[in-house]
């Protein structure tokens, strides 16, 4: 049973465009929630946090958004660049410093 | 942040052989966590690794197949025991620092 899934398995957008990607979860234990990117060689890179008392999170070109009833985040990126292109992974925790339950992944592809 | 190292980078392994992978962090974390991403999949939690206690282990995975030692406040490892290709995955290592969790650089596992 997939506790946080990611429902698109890969995003296309133009260079310059708003990414959104899109993260569902169904433990309703979950109150921090975490987006990474990933290149194929490399660990997980940290984008941007949100615990369940907010309802948007920003830095930068990098938004997340939190839908608490539910049981949505979303991340967005504006505008998207090419170096943007990589699997974006959203991850949910019950507890601060715990495990991470990931979500499956979204490939995002920005087109010059 | 953290500084997280990861060795080795990858390896090719023969079946029937084990593999210790190294994670090394530049600060004392309290828990250490072990994920393995295996091909085309979202990254899966092995184990917690506490300094001072035995490891945690998620459902599926148990201490004679991956062996985890903590030895400090600083490092820690994973044993690949007798291995098959079914374990030809990513491995990594994680800490975190309240909300956020960051990663190792991940040792990329090929067993032939």
């Known amino acids: 049973d997939q506790q946080v899934k990611q429902n698109s398995p890969s995003l296309s957008v133009q260079e310059g465009r708003i990414s959104i990607l899109n993260c569902d979860y169904t433990?309703?234990?979950?109150?921090?929630f975490l987006w990474y990117k990933k290149y194929p060689a490399e660990g997980p890179t940290f984008l941007i946090s949100?615990?369940?008392?907010?309802d948007k999170n920003e830095d930068g070109r990098f938004t997340v958004f939190l839908n608490k009833s539910a049981k949505h985040l979303s991340l967005h990126i504006v505008p998207s660049q090419p170096g943007d292109s990589a699997v974006y992974f959203c991850a949910a925790s019950a507890l601060a410093g715990n495990m991470l339950t990931f979500g499956g992944g979204t490939r995002l592809m920005v087109k010059p | 942040s953290a500084v997280i190292s990861q060795k080795p980078s990858r390896d090719i392994c023969q079946r029937g052989t084990s593999l210790t992978i190294q994670c090394q962090v530049d600060s004392q974390v309290t828990m250490m966590f072990w994920y393995r991403q295996q091909p085309g999949q979202s990254l899966t939690l092995i184990a917690t690794?506490?300094?001072?206690?035995?490891?945690?282990?998620e459902s599926g995975f148990v201490i004679d197949k991956f062996p985890i030692s903590r030895p400090n406040l600083t490092f820690s490892t994973l044993t690949v025991s007798n291995m098959s290709p079914e374990d030809s995955s990513i491995y990594l290592c994680s800490v975190a620092y309240g909300i956020e969790a960051f990663f190792g650089q991940g040792t990329r596992l090929t067993v032939v």
């Open positions: 433990n309703s234990m979950f109150d921090y």
């Open positions: 690794a506490n300094q001072g206690s035995e490891a945690t282990y």
């Open positions: 949100i615990s369940s008392i907010k």
